[in-house]
Structures are given as C-alpha cells and as structure tokens.
C-alpha cells in the first residue's frame, strides 16, 4: 500500500465518531514503536515530521523509515508536516512525498493566515496532498515559537466559516484550552468544549484537529522524577476529554510530548537501574516496546480508531 491522503481518513473517523493517532516520529524507534501499535490494533495512522524532525533526522531518512513501515504492517499511513510555518517549508515537503501539509499561520492576522493557507492549498491541492491550518493560538513551544500563556487565545467560531471557504483547506487546527508541552494546566484541567460545538455547528462534517493533546501520563512523570529526572507539575489532557473530543468533530489528535515521556521514564530507569549497560539497544529497544504500549492504549482505549484500518 502506498502512502495514503488524509481525506478518506478524516470522513470515515467524522462519520464513525472517532478521531485518527497523529503522532511526531524523529527517529526508528519511534516510527517502529508507533507502526507495531497500530498493525497490532489494525488502525490508520498519521506520521508527523515537524521542521525540527526534519532538521534533525533528515527529510530522506525519515520517509524511508515510514516507507519501511508501510512495507512491514501494510497499513494506511499518511505522513504529514506537523506546523509548517512559511510557503517555502510546505512545498518542499509536498515536493518531497508528503501526503498532508499544516501550515501554520495563526501568529498572523487574519487576512494574512488566508493569503498564506490559500498559497499552501493551491499550490498542494493539484498534486493531492491536503493541508490543514490553524485558527486561534495555542500556548506552549512550538519549534522556534514559544507562545506564553498570555499570547495563546480561543478560535473564534465567527471566524471559521468564512476561513475555510476562502482558504479551501482540509482540515483546521482549532484551540480550545490545550497546549504544547508537558505542563499544559497549572490547577484543574478545563477545555472549552463549547466553542468546539459551536464550530461544529457552522462547519457540519468538516474535520477538526486538536493540537496538544498529550495526557502526560501519571506513571511517566512520576518514573521519570524517580530516576533523576525534574519533572515537577508536568499535567495533560485527560483521556475522557479526549474521548469527547473524539466522538464530535475532532478527526485528528496529536501526540509527541507522551512519547517522549514514554521513552526518557524508561531509558532514565534502564540506566538508573543497569549503571554498566551501555548497549544502546539494551535502553532504546526497552523505550521502543514502551512506546508500543503506550500507542495500543491511545489507539484502543482513547482515539477509538482501533480496527478502522
Ligand atoms: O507541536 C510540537 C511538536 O511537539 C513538535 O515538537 O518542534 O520540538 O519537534 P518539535
Ligand atoms: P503534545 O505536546 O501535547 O504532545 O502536542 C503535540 C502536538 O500538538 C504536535 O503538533
Ligand atoms: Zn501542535
């Protein structure tokens, strides 16, 4: 099966109730972690390369390990640009085999943002790549962006209609009270299910995507605090809000900073408890297995996408 679009993807997870695992790959572990989850649970998959992905791990490398992957399960893999942020970035990665393209435009006016999507779209829609866009600003670090707390802001649900028949885009990135990151609530964890209703509302069966989505899960934190690690505070987004997210408008979910945790609790524990180990496949096979429960339990238990392949 050759890479595949995010378009059928989204109406059958709009349709079905569900939303499809877009999680961030930077290197084998985590692309074969990730891929052995979803062949496991036979569910679709979008593989997203951030610029900083990109940087590190080379654009070549990566689509090869994803090429790998679809050889080995077979499944229906997209691979997306996980918050494009000029032109330049998006075309090269559409040139470059990208299925899915997000340019991110939402630190910009609103006129801006449109001229800027609609760019994107024109040039990625006639070689069939789709492209998702963001209205409204999340807190927390996105690559060279650190947007605090005082920046982010809501969509404004006024705003979508006309952004979306404008632009022509696929899919839009919304925020509705997540962030980046691993510290994304300060007291109790509250997400403004209201406006995403509301968006619902203007744009029926158009699918949404939620950035900052990671449940910086419990056991994690408190390994990694364990072991050394500094982890004081770190607090995501609860699965069942997850869940409700998933069963409305929300097709798309991003994951990285639980996959990082995954994998830094386990090699901190490896070396903490193993100080003469110095295989590298002793702490990253380890971290990869992690990382392989970790997307089973997202797949099945919160995205609902288990079985939908
Ligand atoms: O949204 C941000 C993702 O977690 C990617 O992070 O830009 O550090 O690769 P990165
Ligand atoms: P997390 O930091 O919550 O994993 O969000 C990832 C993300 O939105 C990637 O675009
Ligand atoms: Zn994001």
Do not use: W
């Not at 040039?123 to 650190?146: C, F, Q, S, T």
């Not at 925020?175 to 997400?191: D, Q, R, V």
């Amino acid at each position: 099966m050759p890479l595949v679009t995010t378009k059928d993807m989204f109406k059958k997870a709009y349709e079905g109730g569900y939303a499809i695992g877009a999680f961030n790959v930077n290197n084998m572990e985590i692309v074969q972690g990730i891929t052995e989850a979803a062949k496991e649970v036979n569910a679709p998959l979008i593989l997203q390369v951030s610029a900083g992905a990109r940087k590190y791990a080379n654009h070549t490398y990566l689509m090869k390990l994803i090429e790998a992957a679809i050889i080995e399960t077979g499944l229906p893999i997209a691979v997306h640009l996980d918050h494009g942020d000029s032109f330049e970035l998006c075309k090269s990665c559409v040139d470059g085999g990208f299925t899915s393209v997000m340019i991110d435009a939402s630190h910009l006016s609103f006129e801006e943002n449109i001229a800027l999507t609609k760019q994107v779209v024109d040039y990625a829609h006639p070689r069939n790549v789709a492209v998702e866009a963001e209205l409204g600003r999340l807190a927390g670090i996105e690559d060279a962006v650190n947007v605090s707390a005082e920046e982010a802001s809501y969509t404004d649900p006024k705003q979508v209609e006309e952004f979306v028949e404008r632009t022509g885009v696929d899919s839009l990135a919304i925020a509705i009270g997540t962030s980046h990151g691993a510290y994304k609530f300060t007291g109790e964890a509250k997400l403004r299910f209201d406006i995403l209703e509301e968006i619902q509302k203007r744009i029926p069966g158009f699918p949404i995507v939620l950035h900052g989505a990671s449940s910086v899960i419990p056991e994690y934190v408190d390994q990694v605090n364990t072991f050394g690690g500094k982890m004081p505070g770190a607090k995501g987004v609860p699965e069942d809000m997850l869940r409700k997210a998933a069963s409305m408008a929300v097709c798309k979910i991003n994951i990285d900073s639980d996959l990082r945790l995954a994998m830094t609790a386990t090699i901190r524990k490896v070396f903490a408890e193993n100080p003469t180990e110095f295989d590298p496949r002793k702490y990253l096979g380890p971290a990869r297995s992690e990382i392989k429960k970790l997307v089973i339990n997202k797949l099945v238990n919160v995205l609902g996408c288990a079985g939908k392949a």
